[in-house]
Protein backbone atom coordinates (compact mmCIF):
# COMPACT_ATOMS: atom_id res chain seq x y z
CA UNK A 1 0.00 0.00 0.00
CA UNK A 2 1.48 3.39 -0.53
CA UNK A 3 0.77 6.56 0.85
CA UNK A 4 1.76 7.54 4.77
CA UNK A 5 1.18 4.42 6.96
CA UNK A 6 -0.38 6.17 9.93
CA UNK A 7 -2.61 4.99 12.68
CA UNK A 8 -5.60 6.53 13.69
CA UNK A 9 -7.36 6.12 17.06
CA UNK A 10 -10.53 7.41 17.13
CA UNK A 11 -11.56 9.73 19.75
CA UNK A 12 -14.87 9.97 22.15
CA UNK A 13 -16.06 12.51 19.94
CA UNK A 14 -19.42 13.24 20.75
CA UNK A 15 -19.12 15.87 23.11
CA UNK A 16 -17.35 17.90 20.41
CA UNK A 17 -19.61 19.91 17.70
CA UNK A 18 -19.53 17.88 14.42
CA UNK A 19 -17.13 18.98 11.98
CA UNK A 20 -17.82 18.49 8.49
CA UNK A 21 -15.81 18.11 5.11
CA UNK A 22 -16.23 20.77 2.56
CA UNK A 23 -18.79 18.75 0.40
CA UNK A 24 -21.73 19.72 -1.13
CA UNK A 25 -24.08 17.58 0.19
CA UNK A 26 -27.37 17.99 -2.30
CA UNK A 27 -25.23 17.10 -5.36
CA UNK A 28 -24.24 13.91 -4.42
CA UNK A 29 -24.79 11.39 -6.57
CA UNK A 30 -23.23 7.90 -6.52
CA UNK A 31 -20.25 8.81 -6.82
CA UNK A 32 -16.25 8.26 -5.78
CA UNK A 33 -15.36 11.28 -3.28
CA UNK A 34 -12.42 10.43 -2.06
CA UNK A 35 -12.20 10.43 1.91
CA UNK A 36 -9.15 10.65 3.99
CA UNK A 37 -8.61 6.99 5.51
CA UNK A 38 -8.91 3.40 4.43
CA UNK A 39 -8.02 0.10 6.38
CA UNK A 40 -6.17 -2.42 5.37
CA UNK A 41 -5.52 -6.29 6.35
CA UNK A 42 -3.13 -8.49 5.36
CA UNK A 43 -3.46 -12.39 5.14
CA UNK A 44 -0.65 -14.48 4.54
CA UNK A 45 0.11 -18.46 3.85
CA UNK A 46 2.48 -18.27 6.50
CA UNK A 47 0.45 -16.21 9.18
CA UNK A 48 -3.04 -18.09 7.90
CA UNK A 49 -4.79 -15.51 9.58
CA UNK A 50 -5.10 -11.46 9.14
CA UNK A 51 -3.13 -9.38 10.30
CA UNK A 52 -3.75 -6.64 12.85
CA UNK A 53 -5.24 -3.84 10.61
CA UNK A 54 -4.02 -0.42 9.57
CA UNK A 55 -5.63 3.11 9.03
CA UNK A 56 -3.98 4.93 5.96
CA UNK A 57 -4.19 7.55 3.98
CA UNK A 58 -6.80 7.11 1.07
CA UNK A 59 -4.92 5.90 -1.82
CA UNK A 60 -3.56 3.95 -4.71
CA UNK A 61 -2.65 -0.24 -4.05
CA UNK A 62 0.13 -1.61 -5.17
CA UNK A 63 -0.39 -5.62 -6.19
CA UNK A 64 1.70 -8.17 -8.42
CA UNK A 65 0.52 -7.49 -11.85
CA UNK A 66 -0.06 -11.01 -11.49
CA UNK A 67 -2.58 -11.32 -8.69
CA UNK A 68 -5.16 -12.82 -8.15
CA UNK A 69 -7.60 -10.64 -8.32
CA UNK A 70 -6.51 -8.50 -11.61
CA UNK A 71 -5.78 -11.96 -13.53
CA UNK A 72 -8.81 -14.12 -12.91
CA UNK A 73 -11.18 -12.04 -10.64
CA UNK A 74 -10.59 -13.81 -6.79
CA UNK A 75 -12.78 -10.70 -4.88
CA UNK A 76 -15.32 -10.01 -3.08
CA UNK A 77 -16.78 -6.86 -2.06
CA UNK A 78 -19.64 -5.47 0.57
CA UNK A 79 -21.55 -1.89 0.63
CA UNK A 80 -23.14 -0.69 3.70
CA UNK A 81 -23.70 3.02 4.76
CA UNK A 82 -23.42 5.02 8.17
CA UNK A 83 -25.95 7.65 8.58
CA UNK A 84 -25.79 11.06 10.74
CA UNK A 85 -28.23 11.27 13.24
CA UNK A 86 -30.35 14.57 14.56
CA UNK A 87 -28.15 14.76 17.30
CA UNK A 88 -24.89 14.08 15.01
CA UNK A 89 -24.43 10.81 16.15
CA UNK A 90 -23.67 8.08 13.46
CA UNK A 91 -25.66 4.61 13.28
CA UNK A 92 -24.15 1.69 10.79
CA UNK A 93 -26.88 -0.58 9.84
CA UNK A 94 -26.57 -3.81 10.06
CA UNK A 95 -22.89 -4.36 9.63
CA UNK A 96 -22.71 -8.17 11.14
CA UNK A 97 -25.06 -8.90 8.13
CA UNK A 98 -22.31 -7.46 5.64
CA UNK A 99 -19.70 -9.63 8.03
CA UNK A 100 -21.61 -12.60 7.70
CA UNK A 101 -22.37 -12.44 3.89
CA UNK A 102 -18.73 -11.66 2.91
CA UNK A 103 -17.81 -14.79 5.25
CA UNK A 104 -19.98 -16.83 2.83
CA UNK A 105 -18.32 -15.33 -0.09
CA UNK A 106 -15.49 -16.14 0.47
CA UNK A 107 -15.97 -19.66 1.13
CA UNK A 108 -17.57 -19.89 -2.25
CA UNK A 109 -14.54 -18.33 -3.72
CA UNK A 110 -11.61 -20.25 -2.09
CA UNK A 111 -10.85 -17.14 0.08
CA UNK A 112 -9.47 -16.62 3.29
CA UNK A 113 -12.39 -14.50 5.55
CA UNK A 114 -12.35 -11.83 8.21
CA UNK A 115 -13.83 -12.92 11.50
CA UNK A 116 -17.17 -10.92 11.76
CA UNK A 117 -15.34 -8.57 14.90
CA UNK A 118 -12.34 -7.80 12.57
CA UNK A 119 -14.94 -6.79 9.65
CA UNK A 120 -17.63 -4.97 11.76
CA UNK A 121 -14.24 -3.01 13.62
CA UNK A 122 -12.81 -2.73 10.13
CA UNK A 123 -15.95 -0.45 9.63
CA UNK A 124 -16.49 1.37 12.43
CA UNK A 125 -12.96 2.46 12.11
CA UNK A 126 -13.00 3.16 8.41
CA UNK A 127 -16.23 5.42 9.48
CA UNK A 128 -14.66 7.32 12.77
CA UNK A 129 -11.42 7.73 10.53
CA UNK A 130 -13.64 9.71 8.07
CA UNK A 131 -16.61 10.74 10.52
CA UNK A 132 -16.28 14.20 8.86
CA UNK A 133 -17.36 12.79 5.73
CA UNK A 134 -20.61 11.49 6.98
CA UNK A 135 -23.47 13.44 5.54
CA UNK A 136 -25.47 16.00 7.71
CA UNK A 137 -28.80 14.41 8.69
CA UNK A 138 -31.06 13.46 5.99
CA UNK A 139 -28.89 14.50 3.38
CA UNK A 140 -26.92 11.19 1.88
CA UNK A 141 -24.98 8.51 4.05
CA UNK A 142 -21.34 7.71 4.06
CA UNK A 143 -20.85 4.10 2.05
CA UNK A 144 -18.18 1.85 2.83
CA UNK A 145 -16.88 -0.60 0.31
CA UNK A 146 -14.87 -3.21 2.01
CA UNK A 147 -13.02 -5.58 -0.24
CA UNK A 148 -11.88 -8.99 -0.25
CA UNK A 149 -9.12 -9.62 -2.90
CA UNK A 150 -6.53 -11.99 -3.99
CA UNK A 151 -3.68 -10.48 -4.40
CA UNK A 152 -0.80 -12.99 -3.96
CA UNK A 153 1.18 -13.87 -7.35
CA UNK A 154 -0.57 -16.28 -9.09
CA UNK A 155 0.21 -17.59 -13.35
CA UNK A 156 -1.81 -20.85 -12.84
CA UNK A 157 -5.66 -21.18 -12.30
CA UNK A 158 -5.53 -21.46 -8.54
CA UNK A 159 -6.30 -20.02 -5.34
CA UNK A 160 -4.04 -17.15 -4.36
CA UNK A 161 -1.31 -17.24 -1.56
CA UNK A 162 -1.98 -14.01 -0.36
CA UNK A 163 -5.34 -11.75 0.80
CA UNK A 164 -5.63 -8.36 0.74
CA UNK A 165 -8.69 -6.87 2.96
CA UNK A 166 -9.18 -3.28 2.37
CA UNK A 167 -12.14 -0.76 3.42
CA UNK A 168 -13.04 2.73 2.24
CA UNK A 169 -15.54 5.09 2.13
CA UNK A 170 -17.23 7.69 0.52
CA UNK A 171 -20.22 10.07 0.84
CA UNK A 172 -23.15 9.10 -1.35
CA UNK A 173 -26.71 10.25 -2.32
CA UNK A 174 -29.19 8.98 -4.52
CA UNK A 175 -28.33 5.91 -6.98
CA UNK A 176 -31.01 7.06 -9.38
CA UNK A 177 -32.79 10.15 -9.64
CA UNK A 178 -36.95 9.95 -9.68
CA UNK A 179 -38.77 6.38 -10.46
CA UNK A 180 -37.27 3.63 -12.38
CA UNK A 181 -37.71 2.97 -15.69
CA UNK A 182 -36.88 -1.11 -16.30
CA UNK A 183 -36.03 -3.33 -19.60
CA UNK A 184 -36.35 -7.08 -19.56
CA UNK A 185 -33.53 -8.49 -20.56
CA UNK A 186 -34.04 -12.12 -22.24
CA UNK A 187 -30.82 -12.15 -24.05
CA UNK A 188 -27.86 -11.86 -21.45
CA UNK A 189 -28.12 -13.38 -18.30
CA UNK A 190 -26.50 -12.69 -15.18
CA UNK A 191 -26.52 -15.50 -13.42
CA UNK A 192 -26.41 -19.52 -13.51
CA UNK A 193 -27.57 -21.95 -11.56
CA UNK A 194 -23.86 -23.54 -9.73
CA UNK A 195 -22.20 -20.14 -10.36
CA UNK A 196 -21.34 -16.88 -7.93
CA UNK A 197 -24.85 -14.88 -8.36
CA UNK A 198 -25.50 -15.26 -4.77
CA UNK A 199 -22.30 -14.12 -3.75
CA UNK A 200 -20.88 -10.35 -4.32
CA UNK A 201 -18.12 -11.31 -6.36
CA UNK A 202 -16.54 -8.73 -8.39
CA UNK A 203 -17.08 -10.34 -11.56
CA UNK A 204 -20.58 -10.80 -11.02
CA UNK A 205 -20.61 -7.41 -12.18
CA UNK A 206 -18.83 -6.06 -14.93
CA UNK A 207 -20.54 -8.85 -17.78
CA UNK A 208 -23.41 -7.08 -17.19
CA UNK A 209 -22.07 -3.95 -18.77
CA UNK A 210 -23.42 -4.68 -21.57
CA UNK A 211 -26.90 -4.87 -20.92
CA UNK A 212 -27.22 -2.45 -18.80
CA UNK A 213 -25.04 0.13 -21.41
CA UNK A 214 -28.10 -1.16 -24.16
CA UNK A 215 -30.56 -0.43 -21.95
CA UNK A 216 -29.07 3.06 -21.33
CA UNK A 217 -29.36 4.01 -24.91
CA UNK A 218 -32.78 3.23 -25.33
CA UNK A 219 -33.61 5.37 -22.43
CA UNK A 220 -34.11 2.96 -19.94
CA UNK A 221 -33.06 3.55 -16.13
CA UNK A 222 -31.86 -0.42 -15.35
CA UNK A 223 -32.32 -3.78 -16.57
CA UNK A 224 -34.57 -6.56 -14.58
CA UNK A 225 -32.38 -9.93 -15.14
CA UNK A 226 -34.69 -13.27 -15.83
CA UNK A 227 -33.10 -16.31 -14.89
CA UNK A 228 -31.25 -18.48 -17.54
CA UNK A 229 -32.36 -21.83 -16.89
CA UNK A 230 -36.15 -21.11 -17.73
CA UNK A 231 -36.05 -17.48 -18.97
CA UNK A 232 -39.11 -17.26 -17.64
CA UNK A 233 -38.61 -16.01 -13.68
CA UNK A 234 -37.61 -12.54 -12.78
CA UNK A 235 -34.77 -12.52 -10.82
CA UNK A 236 -32.68 -9.12 -10.30
CA UNK A 237 -31.49 -5.73 -11.40
CA UNK A 238 -28.05 -4.71 -12.20
CA UNK A 239 -27.61 -3.69 -8.64
CA UNK A 240 -30.34 -4.46 -6.86
CA UNK A 241 -33.22 -7.10 -6.04
CA UNK A 242 -36.72 -6.41 -6.90
CA UNK A 243 -40.08 -6.55 -5.20
CA UNK A 244 -43.84 -6.96 -6.90
CA UNK A 245 -47.01 -6.53 -4.78
CA UNK A 246 -50.44 -6.93 -5.40
CA UNK A 247 -53.12 -7.17 -3.03
CA UNK A 248 -51.64 -7.49 0.35
CA UNK A 249 -48.95 -9.94 -0.18
CA UNK A 250 -45.38 -8.65 -1.78
CA UNK A 251 -43.74 -11.06 -3.32
CA UNK A 252 -39.67 -11.34 -4.21
CA UNK A 253 -37.61 -14.21 -5.75
CA UNK A 254 -36.12 -16.52 -3.98
CA UNK A 255 -32.43 -15.68 -2.73
CA UNK A 256 -30.68 -19.23 -3.71
CA UNK A 257 -28.22 -19.15 -5.86
CA UNK A 258 -28.53 -16.62 -8.32
CA UNK A 259 -30.24 -14.10 -6.61
CA UNK A 260 -27.62 -11.94 -4.16
CA UNK A 261 -29.43 -12.21 -0.91
CA UNK A 262 -29.58 -8.08 -0.05
CA UNK A 263 -29.38 -7.20 3.76
CA UNK A 264 -32.10 -3.74 2.57
CA UNK A 265 -33.94 -6.94 0.72
CA UNK A 266 -34.00 -8.77 4.04
CA UNK A 267 -34.86 -5.67 5.91
CA UNK A 268 -37.58 -4.92 4.15
CA UNK A 269 -39.20 -8.38 3.90
CA UNK A 270 -38.96 -8.20 7.93
CA UNK A 271 -40.53 -4.28 8.20
CA UNK A 272 -42.80 -5.90 5.55
CA UNK A 273 -44.11 -8.48 7.92
CA UNK A 274 -44.53 -6.28 11.09
CA UNK A 275 -47.01 -4.03 9.01
CA UNK A 276 -49.36 -7.20 8.02
CA UNK A 277 -48.46 -7.97 4.52
CA UNK A 278 -47.77 -11.37 3.63
CA UNK A 279 -44.54 -11.68 1.95
CA UNK A 280 -43.83 -14.65 -0.53
CA UNK A 281 -39.98 -15.85 -1.49
CA UNK A 282 -40.53 -17.79 -4.58
CA UNK A 283 -39.90 -18.13 -8.34
CA UNK A 284 -41.60 -15.22 -9.74
CA UNK A 285 -43.05 -15.43 -13.51
CA UNK A 286 -42.27 -12.63 -15.65
CA UNK A 287 -46.51 -12.65 -16.49
CA UNK A 288 -47.46 -11.57 -12.68
CA UNK A 289 -45.30 -8.50 -13.14
CA UNK A 290 -47.84 -7.45 -15.67
CA UNK A 291 -50.61 -7.63 -13.46
CA UNK A 292 -48.80 -6.38 -10.42
CA UNK A 293 -49.93 -2.96 -8.54
CA UNK A 294 -46.37 -1.82 -7.28
CA UNK A 295 -43.05 -2.92 -8.74
CA UNK A 296 -40.01 -1.71 -6.33
CA UNK A 297 -36.32 -2.70 -6.12
CA UNK A 298 -33.71 -2.81 -3.01
CA UNK A 299 -30.41 -2.72 -2.87
CA UNK A 300 -28.01 -0.95 -0.46
CA UNK A 301 -26.83 1.73 -2.81
CA UNK A 302 -30.36 2.14 -3.95
CA UNK A 303 -32.43 1.81 -0.63
CA UNK A 304 -35.86 1.15 -2.19
CA UNK A 305 -36.82 2.77 -5.35
CA UNK A 306 -40.34 2.75 -7.23
CA UNK A 307 -40.70 1.32 -10.82
CA UNK A 308 -42.41 3.35 -12.37
CA UNK A 309 -42.69 1.02 -15.39
CA UNK A 310 -41.06 -2.32 -16.84
CA UNK A 311 -40.74 -2.88 -20.51
CA UNK A 312 -41.21 -6.41 -21.81
CA UNK A 313 -40.74 -7.62 -25.77
CA UNK A 314 -42.30 -4.37 -26.77
CA UNK A 315 -45.03 -3.89 -24.08
CA UNK A 316 -44.66 -1.34 -21.33
CA UNK A 317 -46.21 -1.33 -17.86
CA UNK A 318 -46.78 1.32 -15.70
CA UNK A 319 -47.18 1.20 -11.89
CA UNK A 320 -48.80 3.02 -8.91
CA UNK A 321 -46.16 5.75 -8.06
CA UNK A 322 -46.12 8.31 -5.20
CA UNK A 323 -46.64 9.65 -1.23
CA UNK A 324 -50.14 7.14 -1.14
CA UNK A 325 -47.91 3.39 -2.05
CA UNK A 326 -46.31 0.80 0.11
CA UNK A 327 -43.16 0.71 -1.40
CA UNK A 328 -43.23 4.76 0.15
CA UNK A 329 -44.58 3.48 3.74
CA UNK A 330 -41.83 0.91 3.72
CA UNK A 331 -39.01 3.73 2.41
CA UNK A 332 -40.15 5.58 5.22
CA UNK A 333 -40.02 3.30 8.02
CA UNK A 334 -36.93 1.77 6.77
CA UNK A 335 -35.12 5.24 6.16
CA UNK A 336 -36.34 6.14 9.95
CA UNK A 337 -34.63 3.15 10.97
CA UNK A 338 -31.05 3.82 9.93
CA UNK A 339 -31.17 7.96 10.51
CA UNK A 340 -32.83 7.28 14.18
CA UNK A 341 -35.81 9.03 13.47
CA UNK A 342 -37.80 5.92 14.14
CA UNK A 343 -37.45 3.88 17.14
CA UNK A 344 -34.90 0.65 16.55
CA UNK A 345 -37.04 -2.09 17.89
CA UNK A 346 -35.21 -4.48 15.63
CA UNK A 347 -31.70 -3.75 16.72
CA UNK A 348 -30.03 -2.97 13.45
CA UNK A 349 -28.39 0.06 14.31
CA UNK A 350 -24.99 0.51 15.84
CA UNK A 351 -23.97 4.39 16.98
CA UNK A 352 -20.64 4.53 16.70
C1 LIG B 1 -25.02 -1.99 -3.06
O1 LIG B 1 -26.19 -1.67 -3.11
O2 LIG B 1 -24.30 -1.80 -2.08
C2 LIG B 1 -24.43 -2.68 -4.17
O3 LIG B 1 -23.63 -3.51 -3.97
C3 LIG B 1 -24.75 -2.24 -5.50
C4 LIG B 1 -23.51 -1.70 -6.09
C5 LIG B 1 -23.03 -2.62 -7.14
C6 LIG B 1 -23.63 -0.30 -6.49
Not at 50 to 62: A, H, K, P, V
Not at 255 to 266: D, N, Q, S, V
Request: hydrophobic share 40%; charged share 20%; with cysteine.
Amino acid sequence: VTGAMETYEPRNYRREKAEYANVNWDELGFALTKTDYMYVMNWSKEQEKFSQGILTRFGNIEMCPSSGILNYGQGLFEGLKAYRKEDEGILLFRPVENALRMKIGADRMCMPSTTIEQFVDAVKKTVLANKRWVPPHGRGALYIRPLLMGTGPNLGVKPASEYTFVAYASPVGNYHEGGLNLIVEDNLYRATPGGTGGVKAVANYSPIYRALTQAKAKGFSDVLFLDALTRRNIEEGSACNIFILKGNVISTPTAHGTILPGITRKSIIEIALTFGYQVEERPVPIEEVFDAEEVFCTGTAMVLKSVASITYQGKRIKYKMGAETVAQKLYGTLTGIQTGLIEDKMGWTIEI
